[in-house]
T-cell receptor, first 114, second 115 residues
Framework: GDSVTQMEGPVTLSEEAFLTINCTYT??????LFWYVQYPGEGLQLLLK?????DKGSNKGFEATYRKETTSFHLEKGSVQVSDSAVYFC?????????????FGSGTQLTVLP | GAGVSQSPRYKVAKRGQDVALRCDPI?????LFWYQQALGQGPEFLTY????????KSGLPSDRFFAERPEGSVSTLKIQRTQQEDSAVYLC?????????????FGDGTRLSIL
């Protein structure tokens, strides 16, 4: 079945450090890929997405590139801020057939220290 | 607000009781999803509606779980004879339709604790 594997956390960084959160996937079809973020006490918010191979999603300084050859969608940010502290979820959705739901990874807790 | 609204925000029930969780999707959104998120885990799919039709309920863990959306807007997830393993956050999401580029918008969830 379809699955997403995320880098285990928690991840603790100092402000302005470089961030990478690894995500790899297994899918039988052609998935769209997503990163969601969950701030403390809030619901999931879509951070960025990519719908086909070699697409790059970007938002709020975060980027991720859909790599079909390595089945990866790693999240990166060049300089993190304290306000980026949250849980980050990688997810996929199959674009063909009847399935419409998201399949999530287990999440990576990020803490950014001032 | 115009987001997905879930109620109650927190629910505590004794084992064996029935519970009902409500989701108000964004107005006009055709698709509605329920997910279950255990502590420290990612959300897992439960069921999916397109308007009032329940098109996929493959993620419901047992026949104690039942969901409905009778008028194609508000949805209710019902859990009968609750068990401790039902303790989780239940998330509702809606999207305008199910096309590839339609994002799912999530509510803040209902945290269910079974004593």
């Amino acid at each position: 079945g379809d699955s997403v594997t995320q880098m285990e956390g928690p991840v603790t960084l100092s402000e302005e450090a470089f961030l990478t959160i690894n995500c790899t996937y297994t899918a039988t079809g052609y998935p769209s890929l997503f990163w969601y973020v969950q701030y403390p006490g809030e619901g999931l918010q879509l951070l960025l997405k990519a719908t086909k191979a070699d697409d790059k999603g970007s938002n709020k300084g975060f980027e991720a590139t859909y790599r079909k050859e390595t089945t990866s969608f790693h999240l990166e940010k060049g300089s993190v801020q304290v306000s980026d502290s949250a849980v980050y979820f990688c997810a996929l959705r199959i674009s063909s057939g009847s399935a419409r739901q998201l399949t999530f990874g287990s999440g990576t807790q990020l803490t950014v220290l001032p | 607000g115009a987001g997905v609204s879930q109620s109650p925000r927190y629910k505590v029930a004794k084992r064996g009781q029935d519970v009902a969780l409500r989701c108000d999707p964004i107005s006009g959104h055709v698709s509605l999803f329920w997910y279950q998120q255990a502590l420290g885990q990612g959300p897992e799919f439960l069921t999916y509606f397109q308007n009032e039709a329940q098109l996929d309920k493959s993620g419901l863990p047992s026949d104690r779980f039942f969901a409905e959306r009778p008028e194609g807007s508000v949805s209710t997830l019902k859990i009968q004879r609750t068990q401790q393993e039902d303790s989780a956050v239940y998330l509702c999401a809606s999207s305008l339709w199910t096309g590839e580029n339609q994002p799912q918008h999530f509510g803040d969830g209902t945290r269910l604790s079974i004593l």
